[in-house]
């Protein structure tokens, strides 16, 4: 690391210029309004191809937003509740998430990883999440080098968010008492 501007100064400012390239190319501004309109890739919605879920399975969702996200119909229905309250946003991060940890080429995952930037992480896009200032700037620093982590924090928090927020509200919802009559 760069402990001293008189030690290595060549090699820290050249470091420092290099991230600064980076960070500049990550949070450019769209230079059309086409490039405002091009939304992450999202993948047509399918019905679940597995079998309604037991009536012990549904009760689970009810303490484990886990057990209800690899749940089929219940990640169809949770999506389906957070859509009618205008809310899915987060649901989606998550999910592009998940998606791009699964990226092997190391140039699709730099264009995924922008995408994903834009429409949620970057300050008044599209479907911004609601993240705290410290865990934008631990996302927008993972960014410079894009990794299958590089998300983890930003996710880590919204998964929370919608264990704490989102889960509960859906439980009480009629999405959610249909599996359990």
């Keep these: 690391m760069c402990k001293g501007?008189?030690?290595l100064p060549h090699s820290c400012l050249e470091r420092a210029k290099e991230i600064k390239i980076k960070l500049g190319i990550l949070l450019q501004k769209p230079e059309s309004a086409?490039?405002?309109?091009?939304?992450?890739n999202e993948k047509p919605e399918k019905p679940a191809k597995t079998q309604k879920p037991s009536l012990d399975e549904a009760l689970q969702w009810r303490d484990s937003l886990d057990k209800l996200l690899q749940?089929?119909?219940?990640?169809?229905?949770?999506?389906?509740?957070?859509?009618?309250?205008?809310?899915?946003?987060?649901?989606?991060f998550w999910m592009a998430c998940e998606d791009y940890k699964k990226i092997k080429s190391p140039v699709k995952m730099a264009e995924t990883a922008k995408k994903i930037y834009e429409e949620f992480?970057?300050?008044?896009?599209?479907?911004?999440?609601?993240?705290?200032?410290?865990?934008?700037?631990?996302t927008v620093?993972?960014?410079?080098?894009?990794s299958p982590s590089s998300f983890d924090v930003a996710q880590k928090r919204i998964h929370a968010l919608?264990?704490?927020?989102?889960?509960?509200?859906?439980?009480?919802?009629?999405?959610?008492?249909?599996?359990?009559?």
Excluded: C, W
């Design 34 to 40: 086409i490039d405002l309109v091009i939304p992450y």
């Design 5 to 7: 501007l008189a030690a």
């Design 121 to 138: 992480i970057q300050v008044e896009a599209p479907k911004e999440v609601n993240i705290d200032h410290f865990t934008k700037e631990i």
């Design 71 to 92: 749940n089929n119909y219940g990640l169809a229905s949770f999506k389906s509740f957070l859509k009618s309250e205008f809310s899915e946003e987060n649901l989606e």
């Design 162 to 181: 919608m264990e704490k927020d989102s889960l509960p509200r859906f439980v009480r919802s009629e999405f959610y008492q249909e599996f359990i009559k």
């Design 141 to 146: 620093k993972n960014l410079v080098e894009p």
